[in-house]
């Protein structure tokens, strides 16, 4: 006789769920009782193995029977819902990726309101900006110098880039960290994952755990710069051992540092799920609007090291007498996600997801002395006007998988696809003008929608090589089609349409090490990436770029044990057809980016974490890289080009339209060469249910360039932060929870900027700086015109959270 019963953590039973036991030559099935018990007789002495299938998860156990044997097995309800979806685009450390996990109670302690990128700012090679200064708003990313438009960005394994930028703009999800359960970043490219920017980096979030009691709870966030947030999070736990419900409500207000900078920003967040014995489904909706004035010009130059002028904003100063009070950018978008999870057996299970994404806003801006008739009047004079650039989108599409697992260290496989379609309008109108004239029917002075189809299938396998060994084998198929307005060779609008198809292998080997506290990895992976919608737009057929190939090779070793974390990684990134902005004007007179032939990373990740007593621990992170293009040629406008006269100066005399120069084994742009961090913690109070707890964080980002040319005369001094937190938390009889957060970002009161950009161009006839600030010498008679996003200095946030 074998019987038994099925708990949860609690010590609940699970009532009703399959339990699957099979010999050699044989196998059963039967339920669990209302109790949670099952009964199985009239089996011979043996071995067997014991599977227990339900939607919070599978668990194996082998028994041996030689009598009357009675188990006790546990299946907790607290399953995440990375097993439905988000595990099959995820990695773990039997495969040879190089990654970081960041969990929920890591997330917790750092989300007072900021954006997505600076909750990750203390993870390996990871450098973040703010438009504003605060990190909320427009925030930035890079990962290994990699910009946003590499970076993939999946949200329960649904991407978020758009698809025609490439990029992710976090500002549309105020405050999303607070219905977020866990995030992996994989540094490189990682596993196939969905959509387009795998390109240096992926970030993965999972929003869904199963929450099995009721809760609410309430953060109020209140500091510098009159940021203000408020949230309400409440959840029904399980009903019935069979449905949830999840929610949040968020605000969030922010002056900014920067002159003007607001934002005002609100969300919410939605969940329901039902769970059934071999199934779940769950439907996510989450909303976010944003309201921000324009800080995208950056902070010219000249004033860049004055403490009256360091904050000034030139977004909006084009309006006479006074900055136009609404230069802002105003955009909405709501998510919907459904995703299912059907087990089969102990060994098969299948995962799929329906999406749809709505996007639409615009941003404003006011223009002076603006030439009417570009803008569809029948005037050939020259207003100040105001107009609104609009983006109107819709995305949707299907994901799916089937994972086998043959058993927990034998040989797995995981086949799936998907299908995504973005559906874009852009389109401009003018909404004042100071000659007061009216468009025939209020048409927009500029209309066109773009397409753009992205599929892809994948198979990754993983086999064991003996009881160690472990190879892992990932073959992807991806295309793309584009269907966008572009220009002809006379640069005149014209549809066109592009395809793309990419073949994205993967393989490596993984050697665990005894006591499976660590291993020895190592992987190539081969990814391709198409250019992005300027590229297209902004050119002709024959002058727009070529997609690029990326060749990653990693190398590492990481180990775990009780108190010590260690992980050293190497990876060289080879690049073919990287597209760069090399300065110079395409066959239409628009400014174009460029392919070059070969660049590369190469570097080392260095990771160490050290508990050094109950109480006090210490991290360490740094990475050491060089990022090189081997060669390219940079254009320089002429602006005394201008000035020529066309029709008295003979042809020998003008001088030409651009410059030339040609560079040599130069710095990749924003790619600091040391990026470097040291975090202590120590708990001053554990007492009960009592708890305080301090961190001091510092990271260093060494010199970045602003643009390929490694010219001294436009970069990014290295700078030095510290922030440092207290965190206060007790329980009381009516709370669940009670938590005090007190942080100060910029300790030492740090100047410093985190981005920015330039444009060079040669004059010989004119000397611009006196006129504009944003303008400095370089050698000779060229000049760069520089704008950049200073960080603010020391400030503070406080935070209050009550679960309930």
Do not use: C
């Not at 596993?191 to 387009?196: E, I, L, M, V």
């Amino acid at each position: 006789m074998f019987n038994g019963y099925i708990l949860d953590e609690a010590e609940q039973p699970h009532a009703y769920i399959p339990v699957h036991i099979q010999s050699v030559d044989q196998q059963w099935e039967i339920l669990t009782n209302e109790h949670g018990r099952f009964e199985l007789g009239g089996l011979k002495i043996g071995t067997y193995e014991v599977n227990i299938i339900s939607a919070y998860g599978i668990v194996r156990k082998e028994i041996k029977l030689l009598k009357s044997v009675e188990m006790v097995m546990t299946i907790a309800r607290s399953v995440k819902m990375d097993e439905v979806l988000v595990k099959s685009s995820r990695v773990d450390q039997s495969m040879p990726f190089t990654y970081s996990n960041i969990n929920r109670e890591q997330l917790t302690v750092r989300n007072l309101g900021q954006d997505v990128p600076y909750t990750l700012k203390w993870t390996p090679s990871i450098v973040v900006t703010s438009d504003a200064g605060t990190g909320i708003g427009y925030t930035g990313i890079r990962v290994r110098g990699s910009d946003p438009t590499r970076t993939n960005v999946t949200i329960n394994g649904i991407p978020l880039n758009d698809a025609e930028s490439q990029s992710v703009f976090w500002v549309n999800m105020p405050d999303f960290v607070s219905s977020t359960e866990d995030i992996q970043i994989q540094r490189g490219v990682g596993t196939s994952t969905n959509g387009a920017g795998a390109f240096g980096a992926s970030i993965n979030l999972n929003t869904s755990k199963l929450n099995k009691d009721a809760y609410a709870e309430v953060n109020l966030t209140g500091g510098s710069f009159q940021t203000m947030k408020g949230n309400l999070l409440f959840g029904s736990g399980l009903l019935n051992d069979r449905w949830t419900f999840d929610g949040r409500v968020s605000k969030i207000q922010s002056n900014g540092y920067i002159d003007r900078a607001e934002a005002n920003l609100s969300s919410f967040y939605a969940s329901v799920a039902r769970y059934g014995h071999y199934s779940s489904l769950r439907l996510n909706v989450f909303h976010g609007s944003e309201l921000t004035y324009q800080a995208w010009n950056g902070v010219p130059v000249q004033y860049i090291h004055d403490p009256d002028l360091r904050t000034y904003n030139s977004a909006g100063a084009e309006r006479p007498l006074a900055p136009y009070d609404n230069e802002v950018d105003d955009y909405q978008q709501t998510h919907y996600q459904l995703l299912y999870h059907h087990q089969f057996n102990s060994f098969l299970r299948t995962n799929g997801a329906l999406h749809y994404t709505r996007g639409k806003g615009f941003f404003e801006q006011y223009k002076a002395d603006e030439s009417l008739s570009d803008y569809l009047f029948e005037s050939e004079e020259s207003a100040d006007l105001v107009r609104r650039r609009w983006l109107d989108n819709h995305f949707f599409g299907v994901v799916s998988n089937v994972n086998l697992e043959g058993s927990s260290k034998g040989l797995s496989a995981d086949v799936g696809g998907a299908f995504h379609r973005y559906l874009g309008r852009h389109f401009g109108e003018v909404i004042w003008n100071e000659a007061g004239l009216s468009q025939q029917d209020l048409k927009p002075y500029y209309d066109n929608d773009a397409t753009k189809n992205d599929g892809n299938v994948y198979l990754k396998i993983q086999m064991p090589f003996g009881n160690r060994l472990r190879g892992y084998f990932d073959l992807q198929q991806r295309w793309v089609g584009y269907q966008f307005l572009g220009l002809n060779p006379e640069g005149l609008a014209l549809n066109q349409k592009v395809n793309h198809s990419f073949f994205n292998p993967k393989a490596g080997l993984n050697f665990s090490l005894e006591e499976n506290k660590g291993s020895i990895y190592g992987s190539v992976a081969i990814a391709h990436k198409e250019p992005n919608r300027d590229d297209y737009t902004e050119s002709t057929a024959t002058s727009r770029p070529k997609a690029e190939r990326l060749v990653d090779y990693e190398l590492g070793y990481r180990y775990k044990a009780e108190s010590i974390r260690i992980g050293l990684n190497g990876y060289y990134m080879q690049y073919k057809d990287q597209i760069v902005p090399t300065g110079q004007l395409n066959d239409v007179g628009a400014y174009s980016r460029e392919n070059v032939d070969d660049s590369y990373r190469l570097g080392v990740e260095v990771e160490f974490g050290w508990q050094l007593s109950r109480r006090f621990s210490l991290n360490v992170q740094q990475t050491v890289s060089q990022n090189r293009i081997n060669s390219f040629t940079e254009f320089v406008d002429n602006w005394d080009y201008w000035n020529q006269d066309f029709e008295n100066t003979p042809p020998e005399e003008l001088e030409p339209l651009q410059f030339s120069t040609l560079h040599e084994d130069t710095d990749l742009a924003f790619s600091p060469n040391l990026v470097s961090s040291f975090i202590v913690g120590y708990r001053f109070i554990e007492k009960g249910n009592t708890t305080l707890d301090f961190e001091l964080a510092n990271k260093y980002v060494g010199k970045q360039y602003l643009d390929n040319t490694s010219n001294e005369r436009a970069s990014l001094a290295g700078y030095f932060y510290s922030d440092a937190r207290f965190t206060f938390e007790t329980k009381l009889k009516w709370v669940k929870s009670f938590k005090v957060h007190f942080q100060l970002n910029n300790l030492f009161d740090q100047l410093y900027s985190a981005n920015g950009w330039v444009y060079r161009f040669r004059s010989t006839q004119y000397d611009p700086r006196p006129d504009d600030p944003y303008v400095i010498a370089d050698q000779g008679n060229r000049y760069n015109m520089i704008g950049l996003y200073p960080q603010a200095p020391i400030n503070a946030l406080v935070g209050l959270s009550v679960r309930f």
